[in-house]
Structures are given as C-alpha cells and as structure tokens.
C-alpha cells in the first residue's frame, strides 16, 4: 500500500478510536448521545465518501448494480424518499465527474481521454453523454464561463456536439 492510503486508513481509525473513547468516558447520557450519533454520522460520510470513489473509479456501468442495491436498501430503511435522494445525488456526483472530465477532453487533456478510453465504448459514453448533457453546460458555465468574466482570459469556443466527435475519434479507435 502507498503511504497515503497508509495515513488515510490511521487517520479513520483514529478518529472513530477518539470518539469511541469519548462516548465510553462520558459522565452523562446525553454526551454519550451525542458522541454515538457523531459515530453514526462519521461512519455515513465515510459510506458516502467510499461510493463516490467506487463510482470514480469502476464507472458508472459497472456500478449501476451497486446503485440499484443501495436504493434498495436505501427504501427499505428510510423510505421512498431516501430512495429519491439516492438517485439525485448519484446524478449530481457521477454527472460532476463525467462533465468535469468531458470538459477537460475539450481542452485536450491526455490524462482525460485516457479516463475515458479506459471505462467507455463509444456507444456507452453517447448514452451518459445524452443523459448529462445539461450537466455539461451547467459545470461548463460555472468552471469555465463565470471565471472568465472575472479573470478576462481566452475562452476557447465550448460546442458540446464538436466534443462529440472528438470523443467518437477517440473511443472508435481503441
């Protein structure tokens, strides 16, 4: 293992230990109370945290049975409407990382096209490109657009359909 996952995995472990030790020395229940909901919640961000990273890392493909047994699982603890925040926020994550690298693909980035020739065929990456087309615009104005406004640098031309093909010259000839 690197050294930095090394670090991360100490840093997890020592954070949940901390709050162990504060909820075991607590003189009062509502402290302890507190420091098992601070374990709770800890534990959520990191679950969160992990299926993001997940996501990133297999793409969205390979993880759409991951997702369908956590919006399972998501409805059957919480609700319909857990279910719905699932997918929203599943959209908005996968959507932000797909426009973020689709956005570097139009600047030519190696390390972008490579993220993409790894993970997609051309067909797979025009069924996401369809489904997060307003995501594209959305991160396009606000990395893009609104800091140019404020810094007045070159704005290269953003045409969605010419990234298009870029990415059918790309995926094809793999």
Known sequence: MKRDHLLFIASVVAVFLLLIAGAWSSPTFTEKQSYVEAIVMFGA??????????????????????????IAMAVSLYGVEAGVIVVVATYL??????AIQLLLVHHRVEGA???????????????EYKVFYPMVWAFYFFFEYLPNLVTKEHLLDFDPRKVYEQMRGYLELK
């Open 45 to 70: 961000l990191l679950f969160v945290f992990s299926v993001v990273v997940i996501v990133a890392a297999m793409g969205f493909r390979s993880f759409a049975l991951f997702m369908a047994l956590f």
């Open 93 to 98: 994550v996968w959507g932000l990382v797909f």
């Open 113 to 127: 096209i490579r993220w993409f020739r790894e993970r997609y065929t051309f067909k797979t990456f025009a069924l």
